[in-house]
């Protein structure tokens, strides 16, 4: 595989692009996160998504601590190259760190944001640093 696939994505000044992961079966939005090029060849290479961690300042295999990895099922880029989608079938069912499917458990509701996701595992029981 070259590397020109990678000079399709259109990168912000710090050298990322936005990531989407949803779950290949549902279609479900698991999470937004961010990739470098390195990230992005790593997913392609593997099959299991990485990520640029900007809290961490550093690449981020997703389950690398929790074991809930992504494996990526389909990789795509937006018509203007700047955000990428991944159909992911997800380990454990869990994609957020705070132990539910998925980070967006939170709907708007009457004006105050509602939790609508129950916590599937408690997070000190999936992150033993927490």
């Known amino acids: 595989m070259t590397a020109n696939w990678l000079d399709a994505v259109k990168w912000d000044d710090k050298g990322l692009v936005t990531a989407i992961a949803q779950d290949a079966a549902t279609g479900r939005v698991l999470m937004v996160a961010w990739m470098n090029r390195e990230s992005l060849q790593l997913t392609a290479d593997t099959g299991i998504a990485h990520y640029w961690s900007r809290s961490r300042n550093r690449l981020w295999k997703k389950g690398e601590e929790s074991g ?18 991944m159909q992911v079938e997800q380990a454990g069912g869990i994609a957020c760190h705070t ?13 105050d944001w509602v ?8 997070p000190h029981a999936i992150y033993h640093s927490h």
Do not use: M, N, W
Request: with cysteine; net charge negative.
């Open 99 to 111: 132990g539910r499917e998925s980070c967006f458990y939170r709907v708007f509701r009457d004006g």
């Open 115 to 122: 939790v609508t996701d129950a916590v599937l595992k408690d």
């Open 68 to 85: 809930h990895l992504q494996t990526v099922q389909e990789l795509r880029l937006d018509c203007d190259g700047d955000v990428i989608t």
